[in-house]
């Protein structure tokens, strides 16, 4: 039988062989995370190639790449809102690897959709990269040339205008339905896929009016192949200085979106610090200004606290007009 002094030194010694183990694998993590990046990058991007989201997403990638040492590898994923790769995403390990265009889209499937798949604090946010507003776009086929006078015609041939979304429920559809409201006006929906096939289809006069990122079709505008009535932002923007806001004509209607790079909750701290610090220099640079601002975009980072109550605001906003409408769905529909 064993003495209880050997019974002690016994346990004492295996508690410090337990605490060596302990802080073996502390420091072993610490490496692995201070070793990051060790291998490609995927940025995962819920809309197609070209388009508001993809050009800025790219730049960053591309930029990002060279800070790190690591191909940083854009992913289209034009599906759902954006659905299919905020899941992909989850799917992945939580280790970095990965990462997510995350938008205001997130919050609005998780408000929109009873069987979305993910809660909101699944995502991990690292920073912002861009706030855009929106122009009302209207096909040359309507005989109207300004706000008011396409709400008028508007009223003179009720249901007869018909609106473009991505998909069901999307930032597009909430809009529309919150700007038929305060004009007191209707008209039919009509989903698409994506944006890039929308503008097509508005140029072609196929669908009458759009609420899109100006990015997407401030070439078109140019161009005269569409008009833009007016757009959601507090001041004109400097790109469209000679159209006004929906705010100059009586509507108080300010509405923008955004975009930030988010990793999947439980990504190491030290990751997701390394990924801030090396993405906030990037959306400072004056040709990441000047690429996104051409098209009304605005290039801005946070902190990943600061992106948090973006997302968070973003569904206190969504999920009160969705409510309104009624639009609550499942997935899929």
């Known amino acids: 039988m064993k003495s209880l002094g050997s019974c002690f030194v016994?346990?004492?010694?295996?508690?410090?062989?337990?605490?060596?183990?302990?802080?073996?694998?502390?420091?072993?993590?610490a490496n692995a995370a201070d070793a990051y990046p060790k291998k490609t990058i995927r940025l995962l991007v819920g809309f197609g190639a070209g388009g508001p989201t993809d050009i800025p997403a790219r730049f960053?990638?591309?930029?990002?790449?060279?800070?790190?040492?690591?191909?940083?590898?854009?992913?289209?994923?034009?599906?759902?809102?954006?659905?299919?790769?905020?899941?992909?995403?989850?799917?992945?390990?939580?280790?970095?690897?990965?990462?997510?265009l995350c938008t205001h889209f997130d919050p609005i499937n998780v408000a929109?959709?009873?069987?979305?798949?993910?809660?909101?604090?699944?995502?991990?946010?690292?920073?912002?990269i861009a706030e855009y507003y929106y122009g009302l776009a209207l096909a040359?086929?309507?005989?109207?040339?300004?706000?008011?006078s396409f709400v008028a015609y508007a009223k003179a041939h009720p249901g007869d205008i018909t609106y473009a979304t991505i998909g069901a429920g999307s930032a597009q559809e909430i809009m529309a339905r919150q700007l038929q409201k305060l004009a007191g006006i209707t008209m039919n929906r009509i989903p698409f896929r994506g944006g890039p096939q929308v503008v097509q289809e508005l140029v072609a006069g196929r669908v009458d009016f759009y609420v899109s990122p100006t990015l997407a079709?401030?070439?078109?505008?140019?161009?005269?192949q569409l008009k833009i009535l007016a757009t959601t932002s507090p001041q004109r923007l400097a790109s469209l200085p000679d159209v006004p806001t929906v705010r100059e004509k009586g509507i108080d209607f300010v509405r923008f979106g955004w975009l930030g790079v988010c990793a999947a909750k439980g990504t190491p701290e030290s990751v997701i610090k390394t990924l801030h610090d090396k993405i906030v220099p990037i959306v400072a640079m004056p040709e990441y200004h000047a690429l996104i601002g051409n098209g009304g975009q605005i290039a801005i980072s946070s902190t990943p606290q600061e992106l948090a109550a973006v997302i968070k605001k973003t569904s206190d906003d969504v999920s009160a007009s969705i409510a309104e409408f009624g639009m609550q769905q499942d997935q899929g529909q």
């Open 10 to 29: 016994l346990r004492r010694c295996g508690m410090l062989a337990l605490v060596s183990l302990v802080m073996a694998a502390g420091v072993s993590a």
């Open 140 to 148: 040359n086929a309507i005989p109207a040339d300004s706000f008011e």
């Open 60 to 100: 960053v990638a591309n930029k990002l790449s060279d800070a790190l040492g690591q191909p940083v590898i854009v992913e289209n994923k034009p599906a759902a809102a954006g659905i299919m790769a905020t899941r992909d995403l989850l799917a992945e390990p939580a280790d970095g690897y990965t990462l997510l």
């Open 112 to 128: 929109m959709y009873r069987n979305v798949g993910f809660k909101l604090d699944d995502l991990a946010p690292v920073s912002l």
């Open 217 to 224: 079709i401030l070439p078109q505008y140019q161009a005269k």
